[in-house]
């Protein structure tokens, strides 16, 4: 095959496409199933939904509001009594916030609520805020899927490395997950810096094995 300048540019761009990362929080826990899949795309992330079982009606505290659901600025943790996984999904703090959408909203406002027409001053995490929350269905069953510009990715600060997927029945947190990078660039691991070995030093003049160096 000829290599030419326009081979290598399309080379190096499919390299770049293929380099997106894609991260995925697989929910299994209190009898709910569900997966969200954030993708990054070039100027915002898709986010997909689906729900396999476990958000209907009858489990909804408020079946016409349905469920909130949020990136939260933690993994999920070991439970601090039991060292088991945590089931509370407490450990996974607050809503991913690195903005501090919430704060300058209880400052200026004095409480913070998402506005869905103004989602640049929602909390980066706030996705039911931004997009709505889950509906509650008869089986259990949901699917949806949106566009969201302002979730983050590796490279940039305040990304969506590390964090983690709450479902929230009420308020109540029922279920959660990480998320997990499943495509995209891999960690690059550092390479270790040679440490230059010093020359043998000569005894010193006096006692006899006397090495100066050592003392210093």
Not at 33 to 44: E, L, P, R
Not at 53 to 78: C, R, S
Not at 152 to 168: A, D, E, R
């Amino acid at each position: 095959m000829k290599v030419t300048l326009f081979t290598v540019v399309a080379l190096v761009c499919a390299g770049i496409a293929q380099a997106q990362y894609e991260y995925k929080a697989t929910i299994n826990m209190n009898g709910i199933k569900a997966d969200v899949t954030i993708k990054q795309k070039s100027k915002t992330a898709g986010v997909k939904v689906n729900v396999q079982k476990g958000l209907t009606k009858k489990f909804a505290t408020v079946p016409e509001a349905g469920f909130a659901y949020h990136i939260h600025a933690a993994p999920v943790g070991k439970d601090a009594k039991t060292g088991k996984d945590d089931i509370t999904c407490m450990t996974t703090g607050g809503h991913h916030d690195p903005s501090e959408a919430a704060p300058k909203a209880v400052k200026k406002y004095g409480a913070y609520k998402c506005n869905s027409l103004d989602p640049k001053n929602c909390e980066q995490g706030d996705l039911s805020g931004k997009h709505g929350n889950l509906a509650a269905t008869k089986d259990g069953k949901i699917k949806a899927s949106y566009e969201d510009p302002y979730i983050l990715f590796p490279g940039k600060k305040g990304n969506i490395k590390g964090k983690s997927i709450v479902i929230h029945n009420n308020g109540t947190r029922v279920a959660c997950a990480n998320l997990v990078q499943v495509k995209g660039p891999k960690p690059v691991k550092p390479t270790p810096t040679p440490v230059p070995v010093p020359p043998p030093t000569k005894a010193g003049k006096g006692k006899k094995g006397f090495i100066p160096h050592l003392l210093q």
